[in-house]
């Protein structure tokens, strides 16, 4: 028996698209629940590191790649109560500035002091922040009197960016008093 021929049309594209996006988002949850459990089954089968009896307030930590270095001083911008201060090329603030503008804003309406040691310094960072025109010949970023980030030369690659963390307030009070911020 013959039949007439099918027609086929091709499916809207916002159908499509919608379609699409529900597949992806599936897997990408499928994918985030995934990690969560293997996280959880990590926690469970490694323990924590015994802690040293040295002083335990004083850390120190490599970052390695601009990524996780700005993913530190966003924690310490977020985190700092009294004063943060930044001191990096004009380049260089202009990009911390554009990466944490955000966080830099809710610090400051908190009521924590915004300094920035720069030869010259972009409007937006002069809006939110006390300028200090001077040269500096290192990149560093000062969070209360508790931890500091000392980075690489800005001639530096991004990815192969180089910061030590402290977190020594010792060592922060005294660069402080040297940048003469004390």
């Not at 972009?122 to 290192?138: F, G, R, T």
Request: no cysteine; glycine share 6%.
């Amino acid at each position: 028996q013959q039949g007439r021929p099918v027609k086929y049309s091709g499916l809207p594209i916002h159908d499509a698209v919608k379609t699409l996006k529900k597949l992806r988002e599936n897997d990408l949850s499928k994918e985030l629940t995934k990690i969560d459990e293997i996280g959880k089954e990590l926690v469970a089968k490694i323990k924590p590191p015994q802690q040293r009896e040295q002083n335990a307030d004083e850390k120190v930590w490599t970052l390695k790649g601009r990524e996780s270095i700005y993913t530190k001083i966003g924690g310490m911008i977020a985190s700092a109560k009294k004063e943060i201060i930044f001191s990096s090329t004009p380049e260089g603030i202009k990009s911390k500035f554009k990466a944490h503008l955000a966080e830099i804003e809710k610090a400051r309406d908190l009521g924590v002091k915004i300094h920035v040691i720069s030869p010259v310094v972009e409007a937006e960072a002069a809006k939110l922040a006390n300028v200090v025109n001077k040269s500096i010949p290192s990149r560093m970023v000062l969070a209360d009197d508790q931890a500091l980030i000392f980075l690489t030369d800005h001639k530096t690659k991004t990815e192969d960016e180089v910061g030590v963390w402290m977190h020594s307030p010792h060592f922060v009070q005294t660069i402080k008093q040297t940048l003469g911020k004390q």
